[in-house]
């Protein structure tokens, strides 16, 4: 398939290993903050969400943790495995908007 | 499959021709989305429109227009081509008006502009 080629931060995991990808974000006033999976050729795919007035959700397998003390936002992948390996996405809901952030490729070794 | 279509996969054009890109969403999807994907800007949102209008506005170009037809599916159109348009554009489609969390995309269009 197509790979999309971006100049991207990349996580090399083994595999069955927990994965941790973060992302900063800018906007105090978003209200929802977002992680997306592309895989090679495909476009974006929701994987979980999570509200401003939590800090932390959780999702089969996937935890997303929000702290707007310092505006991070991360996403935690338990027991990575090899379907995994993609370009993962935070995005922040902003005036209606999906703001996405610039993606992290996971490599996942066997 | 995310149930948004997205015609053609790949477009190769010179500079300065116009073309279309084709996007067909999620059945009973009232909004679609255009975004931008280049090396090095990231997924850039262009557009939003809401059964047939206007909605929101991002980085997109004033070469560059798009609509919403009355059976919902949307084209952007992309005029005067430079090598920097260059990008895969992804549709997206929900189904509120606003931008749902849960924005379902298509497999994109590669322009090459050379």
Redesign the interface.
Known sequence: GESVGLHLPTLSVQEGDNSIINCAYSNSASDYFIWYKQESGKGPQFIIDIRSNMDKRQGQRVTVLLNKTVKHLSLQIAATQPGDSAVYFCAERSLGNLIFGKGTKLSVKP | D?G?TQTPKHLITATGQRVTLRCSPRSGDLSV?W?Q?S??Q????LI?YYNGEE??K?NILERFSAQQFPDLHSELNLSSLELGDSA?Y?C?SSVR???D????????T?LTVV
């Open positions: 995310s948004v989305y975004y994907q090396l090095d990231g997924l850039q949102f939003q909605r929101a991002g895969l992804f997206a008006t606003s931008t969390t849960e924005a379902f995309f298509g497999q994109g590669r």
